[in-house]
């Protein structure tokens, strides 16, 4: 067989399967693509050796047999040009905040920051990129998962980024004491309780702590914007990540002018304050619950 003709064949039993994607991949064939790949390391039009052929068919009967993301199958995600390790104690990274810290993020920085805060960290994606982008920063990844951050530590050291990032288990900003941050960013969990409920098999396959935010999905974000003030120096950024949830969180907080940064989805899924705002924040109206798509978290 050759390299073609398993690209079809695989995609075409993904697609008969009814699989869900969003963690890495769109559809059928850039799953199959990806999955043949990481198994080959590359997908030109040659034979296909019969030990990676039962490899590649073995992991396709497990994706569409047990709707395991890939990601999890191959213990390997991607988030831009980066590769990260992944298994079932983390979400599969997936963030708009990436494409901000490659692209958008600078505008709203007076200066290159010296310390970092990636709150809610999971795999550390976030913290590996922003090191990898600002080359002085010293970054502290956070999360409450004792696992999680035994994930983080792997990709931690797969980039040898011991001296500039460190992992720290906190209730958000609990365990962080007074240290002051020139920029946080977070893609906390987001899900609604009613979208939770909805979830198709291959994200029930994620940790519920690192999607599930009550009802109307903010239940994290609400400690973030009113704490963030005490953790940020005086120039410093909060960005945010919300997914579907910017009506609810405008009409929460109708005090603060939250920034709206495009992403490859439009603007409304990353917000950012500076901290001169976040002295506003105030619940002054009741908060409505939105439905959103499928979760994009990360």
Known sequence: MRVSQLLSRTAREFARAGLHYGHGTHNAREEAAWLI???????LEEEVEPEHLKKIELLA??????????????????????????????????SFIAELL?????????REPRHALDLCTGSGCLAVLLAHEFSNVRIDAADLSPAALQVTKINIAKYRMGKRIRAVRSDLFQSLKKRKYD???SNPPYVTARSMQKLPKEYRHEPSMALAAGKDGLDLV??????????????GLLVCEIGGNRKALERAYP???FAWPETSEGPGSVFILERGQLGAASTAAPIQTFPMPSPRRG
């Open 37 to 43: 790949s990481s198994v080959l390391g590359y997908l």
């Open 61 to 94: 009967r497990r994706r569409i047999r047990e709707r395991i993301p890939l990601a999890y199958l191959l213990k390997e995600a991607w988030l831009g040009e980066h590769s990260f390790y992944v298994d079932g104690r983390v979400i599969v990274p997936r």
């Open 102 to 110: 490659r692209e958008r993020m600078r505008p709203w920085l007076s």
């Open 183 to 185: 920029l946080i960013v």
């Open 222 to 235: 609400h400690r973030i914007i009113e704490e963030a003030k005490d953790h940020l120096t005086p120039d």
């Open 255 to 257: 005090r603060l002018e």
